[in-house]
């Protein structure tokens, strides 16, 4: 028998917080640790673009590679990324940010999220949140040792948060509301007159607002509206924002946050501490993305709203009810004519037919009777999916 190179003692005890041990791990990871053991799968599953980042991005990256830069950055990052965002949301959203002291950037929206959670919270802080939402939101907000508080959002009401309901759940412990439109899972945006009527409750309440618009971009026939431009929030706005999703460059890591400097410093001392710094070759590219990248962002755009189209009318076709997702790259259709759970339809579905979808339940109970379907897959493999699809549902439609 080898000996081993290592002796395992037997501990008994569980070194892992209490916190941390209650909180689910991700159920769409779940998913996608099954399916990489299996082939021809067709994956609508994971929320990511299926282009490769633009060239003349990553070459700006290799450039500055090959010039030396492989060096920590300042903490808040390159200065002259933080001028490029700061020109950029003047432009795109009429917002003055200082680059100096109003902008920070993150490895990513996730950690921007995290370090805005952190910054805000003391023990026991509520968070009000929509149900179903991006996953990371309320196990963040835990994380942080706030308390999620979710607001069920409905198809009847295209998955909109209502200003009501965020009231009826506003308390002396809320500290912030938590958005992100348009919406993951659901494909949700929200109107300027409803995104309104939250920036009013804010006010009355003095809440804080976390924005988190990394799909900002991917809007179809309307208008995006940034909530940090709205009346008085530019001062209640934590806005997070991207690379990611625009710009296919979810492996780079770059994100941003805006907000008012004394929030930029308090989410700047964790970072300082955590990460120092985002990848200087992801801010090189972030710059030439912002720069010279709006061609490709439009053209990437119009591919998604034709798969967003095919994809909708076809669940539609196949007899799954599904609202018209306005933004993002996902339809939410529901599966309740089959009387499976979420659950049980995505891991039939998977083996069943080879086609990864995200049960909606990962993003939270309202997700129950809907699945995740993202459209940025390559149009052939939406039809072949639907076509799966149609196959499935025909064979366990509930009669
Ligand atoms: C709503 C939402 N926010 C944030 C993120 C994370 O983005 P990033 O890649 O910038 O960390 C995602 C990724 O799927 C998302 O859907």
């Known amino acids: 028998m080898p000996k081993s190179c290592s002796s395992h003692i037997k501990v008994s005890h569980n070194y892992i917080s209490e916190k941390v041990n209650s909180i689910p791990p991700s159920g769409i990871r779940k998913f996608f640790d099954l399916l990489s053991s299996m082939e021809g799968v067709i994956s609508l599953g994971v929320g990511e673009p299926d282009f490769v980042t633009p060239w003349h991005i990553r070459e700006a990256a290799i450039h500055s590679l090959e010039k030396g830069y492989t060096m920590y950055t300042s903490n808040h990052g390159l200065p002259q990324l933080r001028q490029e965002l700061a020109k950029h949301l003047e432009s795109r959203h009429c917002l003055s940010y200082n680059p100096d002291n109003e902008i920070l950037i993150t490895v990513g929206v996730s950690e921007g999220l995290d370090l805005a959670l952190r910054a805000i919270l003391e023990p026991g802080d509520e968070v009000i949140m ?30 909109k948060i209502k200003a009501d309901d965020i009231e009826q759940r506003i308390t002396q412990k809320t500290k912030a509301i938590l958005i ?82 004394e929030i930029i410093e308090g989410m700047t001392k964790i970072h300082q501490y955590t990460m120092l710094c985002a990848s200087i070759m992801g801010q090189m590219a972030a710059i030439e993305a912002l720069k010279e990248g709006d061609s490709e962002v439009e053209a990437m755009v119009q591919e998604y709203d034709q798969r967003r189209k095919v994809m909708v009318k076809g669940l539609r076709a196949i007899g799954l009810s599904c609202f018209e997702p306005k933004g993002a790259f996902y339809a939410f259709p529901s599966i309740k004519v089959t009387g499976m759970t979420s659950e049980e339809f995505a891991e039939k579905l998977l083996m069943e037919e080879k086609v990864a979808v995200v049960p909606g339940t990962a993003f939270g109970q309202c997700g129950e009777g809907y699945i995740r379907c993202c459209y940025a897959a390559s149009m052939s493999e939406i039809e072949e999916a639907l076509k799966r699809m149609g196959r499935f549902v025909d064979k366990h439609h509930r009669r």
């Open 130 to 159: 929509p149900d179903p939402s991006y996953v990371a939101y309320p196990a963040c907000t835990t994380l942080a040792d706030g308390t999620p508080i979710l607001v069920p959002t409905t198809e009847d009401n295209d998955f």
């Open 180 to 261: 992100g439109y348009p919406a993951n899972p659901t494909g949700a945006t929200m109107p300027k007159e409803e995104l309104a009527q939250i920036a009013e409750l804010a006010r009355q309440h003095d809440l804080l607002v976390i924005f988190d618009q990394v799909y900002e971009r991917l809007v179809y026939g309307i208008e995006h509206t940034c909530f940090a431009s709205l009346p008085g929030m530019w001062e209640r706005t934590i806005l997070l924002n991207g690379f990611s999703k625009a710009y296919a460059m979810t492996g780079w890591r770059i994100g941003y946050a805006a907000a008012r400097r």
